[in-house]
């Protein structure tokens, strides 16, 4: 029962530099997430995907590139690095609902990737 | 804009007390909220999840409650150990946007002995 894994769990890049961070699940979850977790600003959503081949825009998706070919991988793509991405980097994945009523709603996260741009 | 705010920001009790967490939000539709624990360079673990439809879940000793006409929850946490040190957020669903949750910046427990 692995969950959520997330590799790498610690990354230095310099400005420029591109990165994919990967992302896995075996839980068979359609929804799948990235977040960034700052200090003081609580954890804000990259990019998220419903399904396999679907993917959407979260709340700060500039410079951040992802894709979703199959139901278990989300890997998020890094192509110019910057020192403002410079974050701790969670996936999280979720059987989908369109609605409420259903504790299968229950976000599963990863341990969390940290990354420090230079 | 959808935004989700918790207070305060850090909290320090001893052992025993009994402490409630707040959390607000923006816009009364929503479909759920969760509460989240998370250790310091751990990721994050579901606590409790309360539906739109609920005014309250329980899980031990912890019970968190919803007000969504307020736009208001609270974490209370029933005779706090150390081991209850942690962060914890607050997470939304609002209504429309799939399964984006919009989280808290959270509050920072510390319980000492």
């Known amino acids: 029962n692995a969950g959520v894994t997330q590799t790498p769990k610690f990354q230095v890049l310099k400005t420029g530099q591109s990165m994919t961070l990967q992302c896995a699940q075996d839980m068979n979850h359609e929804y799948m997430s990235w977040y960034r977790q700052d200090p003081g600003m609580g954890l804000r959503l990259i990019h998220y995907?419903?399904?396999?081949?679907?993917?959407d825009q979260g709340e700060v998706p500039n410079g951040y590139n992802v894709s979703r070919s199959t139901t278990e991988d989300f890997p998020l793509r890094l192509l110019s690095a910057a020192p403002s991405q410079t974050s701790v980097y969670f996936c999280a994945s979720s059987s989908f609902l369109a609605g409420e009523g259903s504790g299968a709603n229950v976000l599963t996260f990863g341990a969390g990737s940290r990354l420090t741009v230079l | 804009k959808q935004e989700v705010t918790q207070i305060p920001a850090a909290l320090s009790v001893p052992e025993g007390e009994n402490l409630v967490l707040n959390c607000s939000f923006t816009d009364s539709a929503i479909y759920n909220l969760q509460w989240f624990r998370q250790d310091p360079g751990k990721g994050l673990t579901s606590l409790l999840l309360i539906q739109s439809s609920q005014r309250e879940q329980t899980s031990g000793r912890l019970n968190a409650s919803l007000d969504k006409s307020s736009g208001r929850s609270t974490l209370y946490i029933a005779a706090s150990q150390p081991g209850d040190s942690a962060t914890y957020l607050c997470a939304v669903r609002f209504s429309g946007g799939y399964n984006k949750l919009i989280f808290g910046a959270g509050t920072r427990l510390a319980v000492h002995p």
């Open positions: 995907s419903v399904g396999a081949g679907i993917t």
